[in-house]
T-cell receptor
Framework: DADVTQTPRNRITKTGKRIMLECSQT?????MYWYRQDPGLGLRLIYY???????NKGEISDGYSVSRQAQAKFSLSLESAIPNQTALYFC??????????FGQGTRLTVV | GDSVTQMEGPVTLSEEAFLTINCTYT??????LFWYVQYPGEGLQLLLK?????DKGSNKGFEATYRKETTSFHLEKGSVQVSDSAVYFC????????????????FGKGTKLTVNP
């Protein structure tokens, strides 16, 4: 089983719909992150959480919200999806003195 | 703010050729530096890292040296293989008083490498 699991792996949704991307990790790490990847732009940080009660905005948080339901679970929501949120989304986890471990990504298309 | 600039691709090489992917950074303090690799259809995996100046990270024949004087962390491999075809990301992370961590990674835009037989 993967250390970081994202669901769904692929999703097509309509403009204006609410959608949730889920992430769970079995590493036992306290830190979790959501990034989006766009061609030619690399990965950009949406939100990050250092523990269940510590959630912070990243550089591109507008239009997104998150929930840290437990140490191992961190979900990303798009309250009202728009086409420019079409991207590849990655969840990651880390602990002090470790590198980040990434999930396999969720490819989201907003039509 | 912090930023990472890496060589834009795509880069196409023949098998056994020498590879260099340039990476420079701008950051306050003393960040840790990383190279991540993304194989087709997969997430990112750590390739190598360096946590302080003059450290050399190495893995799978790849190397990169943390050069504070030139704010660089160039990735090199002496003889690439077809299996090295992937997208490579340079990244930096601030750990505050902690060492080795990678909270709030800042990524470069990625360099796509294709190695032909």
């Amino acid at each position: 089983d993967a250390d970081v699991t994202q669901t769904p792996r692929n999703r097509i949704t309509k403009t204006g719909k609410r959608i949730m991307l889920e992430c769970s990790q079995t590493k036992g790490h306290d830190r979790m992150y959501w990034y989006r990847q766009d061609p030619g732009l690399g990965l950009r940080l949406i939100y990050y959480s250092f523990d269940v009660k510590d959630i912070n905005k990243g550089e591109i948080s507008d239009g997104y919200s998150v929930s840290r339901q437990a140490q191992a679970k961190f979900s990303l929501s798009l309250e009202s999806a728009i086409p420019n949120q079409t991207a590849l989304y990655f969840c990651a986890t880390s602990a002090e003195n470790t590198e980040a471990f990434f999930g396999q990504g969720t490819r989201l298309t907003v039509v | 703010g912090d930023s990472v600039t890496q060589m834009e691709g795509p880069v196409t090489l023949s098998e056994e050729a020498f590879l260099t992917i340039n990476c420079t950074y701008t950051a306050t303090g003393y960040p840790s530096l990383f190279w991540y690799v993304q194989y087709p259809g997969e997430g990112l995996q750590l390739l190598l890292k360096a946590t302080k100046a003059d450290d050399k990270g190495s893995n799978k024949g790849f190397e990169a040296t943390y050069r504070k004087e030139t704010t660089s962390f160039h990735l090199e491999k002496g003889s690439v293989q077809v299996s090295d075809s992937a997208v490579y990301f340079c990244a930096l992370g601030h750990t505050g008083a902690r060492k080795g961590g990678s909270e709030k990674l800042v990524f470069g835009k990625g360099t796509k490498l294709t190695v032909n037989p």
